[in-house]
């Protein structure tokens, strides 16, 4: 088998045996699974997709999704709980943001493909 030309920053590939850190793979797994687990739910995915455009407060987000405060709230803490949204106060309000540029990356790529307006994506 070839070893990849170039690598990950963290990459659970040793050059130095030619073999995987085991150990540090099954953890990044685990840590992908998670992840993935979390965006399995359509409303959060949605809620995600939104955050991707720029921050929203709970109010804007539940007229945009015409979902109940409680039902935006619940999976808002999900997110936030997986680390995956990021929420900041101003005045009486809570702004919700993505977390960090690892989740970006992967709403970034899901919302060019699914959540991108009509007429500019390609696969419908």
Known sequence: MNKPAILPRDA???????????????TK??????FLKALSHENRLLLLCLLAERE???SELEQILSLRQP????Q?????????????????????????DDVRRVITVLYSIYCEPSGSAAND
Not at 83 to 99: C, D, N, P, Q
């Open 29 to 34: 797994a685990r840590k992908a699974s998670d």
């Open 76 to 100: 808002l803490a999900r997110l936030r709980l997986d680390g995956l949204v990021a929420t900041r106060r101003e005045g009486k309000s809570i702004l919700y943001s993505l977390a960090n």
């Open 12 to 26: 659970a590939f040793s050059a130095n045996d030619g073999g995987y850190d085991i150990d540090l793979l099954m």
């Open 71 to 74: 039902t935006v709230s619940q």
């Open 56 to 58: 929203r407060s709970v």
